[in-house]
T-cell receptor, first 115, second 112 residues
Framework: NAGVTQTPKFRVLKTGQSMTLLCAQD?????MYWYRQDPGMGLRLIHY???????AKGEVPDGYNVSRLKKQNFLLGLESAAPSQTSVYFC??????????????FGPGTRLTVT | DQQVKQNSPSLSVQEGRISILNCDYT??????FLWYKKYPAEGPTFLIS?????DKNEDGRFTVFLNKSAKHLSLHIVPSQPGDSAVYFC???????????FGTGTSLTVIP
């Protein structure tokens, strides 16, 4: 049981390049999330998904796109990377929130640098 | 604007003593709160939670207190151990919501 995994662990991009971050979970969780962590800012929600085929915007969605084609995978895309997107990205998942919010399980993070 | 605030970026405590980490929030609709612990180069891990129908929740050495009127919660760790040295984040959500709002974190150092 691997929990939540993220690929890649590190990446350096040049301004204007594109990339996709992959998140996978093996806990059959309905909900998945993408956060970014910046110094002095805590964790901020980028996008989230409440089930396969659904996505929704979080606090800071601009410049990112997401897809949830399979229940176990949640992809975060940067179409044209900018230095402001230099950050550590965390994926998380949780059980169905039919009864309310639930604890989230986080991946180990992806450190992205945009030069 | 930051809806969840942790005003102490860092805290140092002697081993065996009590650690108290504080968190304030501004949104009165928040009614579910969690604490996460994060070690360097790892993702946050869930520590303890509390819903607004309670004012205290305890799990071993960890106790979370909620003061709804003051919009304030705190995490008590007793006794503190060197392995507790980490960054602690509080997070809040509305009971019917899908989003959690995180504070900026407090870095706890427990001195042996």
């Amino acid at each position: 049981n691997a929990g939540v995994t993220q690929t890649p662990k590190f990446r350096v991009l040049k301004t204007g390049q594109s990339m996709t971050l992959l998140c996978a979970q093996d806990m059959n969780h309905e909900y998945m999330y993408w956060y970014r962590q910046d110094p002095g800012m805590g964790l901020r929600l980028i996008h989230y998904s409440v089930g396969e085929g659904t996505t929704a915007k979080g606090e800071v969605p601009d410049g990112y796109n997401v897809s949830r084609l399979k229940k176990q995978n949640f992809l975060l895309g940067l179409e044209s990377a900018a230095p402001s997107q230099t950050s550590v990205y965390f994926c998380a998942s949780s059980y169905s929130l039919a009864g309310g919010p639930d604890e989230q399980y986080f991946g180990p993070g992806t450190r992205l640098t945009v030069t | 604007d930051q809806q969840v605030k942790q005003n102490s970026p860092s805290l140092s405590v002697q081993e065996g003593r009590i650690s108290i980490l504080n968190c304030d929030y501004t949104n009165s609709m928040f009614d579910y709160f969690l604490w996460y612990k994060k070690y360097p180069a790892e993702g946050p891990t869930f520590l303890i939670s509390i819903s607004s129908i309670k004012d205290k929740n305890e799990d071993g050495r960890f106790t979370v207190f909620l003061n709804k009127s003051a919009k304030h919660l705190s995490l008590h760790i007793v006794p503190s151990q060197p392995g507790d040295s980490a960054v602690y984040f509080c997070a809040a959500s509305e009971n019917t919501g899908n989003q959690f709002y995180f504070g900026t974190g407090t870095s706890l150092t427990v001195i042996p």
